[in-house]
């Protein structure tokens, strides 16, 4: 028997066949779903769990004591705001570099046309199929003859612009009208008040795009800082993570709640901003 929906003044006839399958689509979502979140919920449990009570048998999920001191003794036993501090310095700097400088390079391609400008964006996007370990070993060379190695230099400048943000800004720069730019010029604006007035704030979607792919990268990044850092000082949450590791090979409670410090703010930026990944992949899309 069909069952009949409506809403508004019309009415739909939803079948027997389609309501199956959507039910079934929504049990194997749900079932696809809870395993992806049983890891995160087993490593809560695991933080807040004694020691000697991880590795128990049978396993419990939930902790005969809550051991919520686990989480002090995080910040007793390895310098975790100092790795903090870092992660969110180096993260924010590359996040503005890459908006200040991806977008000054998308406006030139988008609107000031210049003899070759075809060509040159051609070899940007180019540089997208190189992989970033290719480029690894040249660019430690160049951080080592500049004397960077373990300071915020050498985490920060190799990625204040991208291929990628380039070519995400021009698209969307192709899409805005320029009768309000013609306008701007007939009063007399200069090109960098036209893109500093007008084209930045029309563009607030793609830059919200940039920023959140620049901070999910730079935030989980580990091989780069772990390579050109040397001191406990200068390392990320990532590698001070490693090292937390290193250093207490066998006290998973405390692991498992760095590791929760670590994955909650791009949890919580993942979940107010997931909107903007959709948009990225539609602007990639949009004609230039």
């Not at 995080?74 to 991806?102: D, E, W």
């Not at 180019?126 to 915020?152: E, G, N, R």
């Not at 698209?171 to 036209?194: N, V, Y």
């Not at 390579?227 to 498992?256: A, D, I, K």
Request: positive net charge; aromatic residues 18%.
């Amino acid at each position: 028997m069909a069952t009949i929906t409506s809403t508004g003044n019309s009415s739909k006839i939803a079948k027997p066949g389609q309501l199956f399958a959507d039910i079934f689509t929504y049990v194997v979502l749900g079932i696809v779903s809870l395993t992806m979140l049983v890891p995160f919920l087993w490593m809560i449990s695991t933080s807040l769990k004694p020691e000697y009570s991880v590795f128990e048998f049978p396993p419990k999920f939930i902790p005969s004591s809550w051991l919520f001191e686990n989480y002090m003794s995080i910040f007793k036993a390895a310098p975790f705001l100092r790795f903090l501090y870092n992660t969110v310095f180096v993260t924010m700097s590359v996040v503005i570099g890459q908006v200040i400088f991806c977008s000054l390079a998308a406006y030139a391609f988008a609107r000031l046309p210049f003899k070759g400008s075809n060509a040159i964006f051609v070899l940007f996007l180019a540089t997208m199929m190189i992989p970033s370990q290719v480029t690894t070993i040249p660019t430690y060379v160049m951080i080592y003859k500049f004397h960077w190695l373990d300071t915020y230099a050498a985490q920060i400048i190799p990625f204040l612009s991208s291929a990628y943000g380039i070519f995400l800004l021009k698209q969307f720069f192709h899409s805005l009208p320029k009768e309000t730019e013609d306008a701007a010029r007939i009063d007399g604006c200069s090109e960098f008040r036209i893109y500093w007035n007008i084209i930045l704030p029309l563009s607030q979607p793609a830059i919200a795009t940039l920023s959140v792919f620049t901070f999910m990268g730079v935030w989980t990044d580990f091989l780069w800082p772990m390579l050109v850092t040397n001191t406990v000082e200068m390392r990320t949450l990532e590698v001070g993570l490693s090292v937390f590791r290193n250093q207490y090979t066998t006290n998973w409670p405390l692991q498992m709640g760095a590791s929760l410090l670590v994955i909650f703010p791009v949890l919580l930026v993942f979940l107010f901003t997931q909107r903007y990944f959709v948009q990225g992949i539609s602007l990639t899309g949009m004609k230039g």
